[in-house]
């Protein structure tokens, strides 16, 4: 028997029944790394951010007994934790995320309004950091995600000064190209760490010039971190005032692996760097974006930890999706529905891991 399952971007699948079956019943592995709310009243909200499974191991190494009798309705990690604790325990694979909604708002977060989700995923995990009050949760959740650099600014008479900054998630420029011409993620990262000339209006002033000068600017890695987060910043501000904000729907490809190596990386790395990490990373979730810089909603795809097969999860439904799925979201002319990947997350490859062959799905994570 054929069923219709709702799936990517909208568009309609044919699905046997058994093959429904199999989706949800992986809905509740799938949830350990993502927020997918179900309940209809949320479903707007909800595609606006997806979480990493670190993340929940983190915050669930807490006393989540003594949470339990110490409830407040502001706090941030025991509203989520809760939240996941819903999801790993619900026999049906839906909860409702109401209660979470609403310790944003009272947190002064716009639960009902279309949110960016680069924007909101910085929002809730800086919350996450100042209600925490564990220190060594907090340490855990700067390893897993903190990318630390080396911000540099290099005037004309050669003079250097240096300090260092941190990401929670990288902002990567996306270029306009033509229609075939190529840009690819690793583009874009050399485009985020190449020197840059600084804007007239803040250029360096030092001792050795004594006025203001031209100078470049760029960055070098530090350190990183065990799940890198990258955001293609496909959204422009307006060039003049009273103009609206437009979305890039240019060609960005993006790899299966990706090493950072291939990166300017600072002297000072060796003292944080470990000779046995690998700084080689494995994609293994995308969030794409659907719809124009006005509106829009998300969808997201994740690859399994339990069998290392892709999967698509919108407000309703879980459904295999493969990397030729994946690659339709790179953009370009031929971009349908005009969904575009916007946020990718990376996973840190264990030195005893085995890398795949690209567009492998038996092996992976």
Request: include cysteine; glycine fraction near 6%; charge should be neutral.
């Given at each position: 028997m054929k069923v219709k399952v709702k799936g990517w971007v909208g568009r309609e699948r044919e699905r046997d029944s058994n093959h429904s079956l199999k989706c949800i019943e992986l809905h509740s592995e799938l949830q350990r790394r993502q927020f997918s709310f179900l309940d209809d009243a949320t479903a707007n909200y909800a595609g606006s951010y997806r979480t990493d499974v670190n993340l929940l191991d983190c915050l669930c190494r807490q006393r989540w007994d003594q949470m339990q009798n110490e409830f407040d309705g502001r706090n941030i990690p025991y509203c989520l934790c809760r939240l996941f604790d819903q999801m790993r325990t619900s026999k049906t694979g839906k909860v409702s995320a109401e209660s979470f909604l609403h310790c944003?708002?009272?947190?002064?977060?716009?639960?009902?309004?279309?949110?960016?989700?680069?924007?909101?995923?910085?929002?809730?995990f800086n919350l996450l950091l100042d209600q925490?009050?564990?220190?060594?949760i907090v340490e855990e959740m700067k390893r897993l995600f903190e990318i630390k650099v080396e911000?540099?600014?290099?005037?004309?008479?050669?003079?250097?000064?240096v300090r260092d900054n941190k990401f929670w998630s990288l902002p990567v420029p996306v270029k306009e190209t033509?229609?075939?011409?190529d840009f690819t993620l690793e583009d874009g990262l050399e485009m985020f760490f190449s020197s840059q000339p600084v804007r007239r209006?803040?250029?360096?002033?030092?001792?050795?010039?004594?006025?203001?000068?031209?100078a470049l600017?760029?960055?070098?890695?530090?350190?990183?971190?065990e799940i890198l987060n990258l955001h293609l910043n496909r959204f422009r501000a307006p060039s003049n005032r009273g103009g609206f904000m437009r979305k890039i729907y240019s060609l960005v490809t993006f790899p299966?692996?990706?090493?950072?190596?291939q990166f300017p990386i600072s002297e000072r790395s060796q003292k944080y760097r470990n000779p046995q990490e690998s700084w080689q990373y494995q994609l293994y979730a995308v969030l794409v974006h659907i719809g124009s810089a006005s509106f829009g909603h998300y969808i997201v795809c994740v690859k399994s930890f339990k069998d290392s097969m892709w999967y698509g999860l919108n407000d309703s439904n879980v459904f295999r999706v493969n990397w030729a799925d994946i690659t339709q979201t790179f953009?370009?002319?031929?971009s349908k529905s005009r969904e575009t990947a916007y946020m990718l997350l990376y996973r840190r490859v264990k030195t005893e891991d085995t890398i795949p062959p690209s567009g492998a799905q038996a092996d992976g994570l």
């Open positions: 944003l708002r009272l947190n002064h977060v716009k639960a009902y309004a279309q949110n960016d989700a680069a924007e909101l995923f910085l929002t809730i925490l009050q564990t220190p060594h911000q540099f600014v290099k005037c004309q008479c050669d003079e250097v000064t033509q229609d075939g011409e209006n803040n250029r360096c002033s030092n001792h050795v010039c004594k006025m203001k000068s031209p600017q760029g960055f070098k890695l530090i350190s990183v971190p299966e692996t990706l090493n950072l190596n953009g370009g002319p031929h």
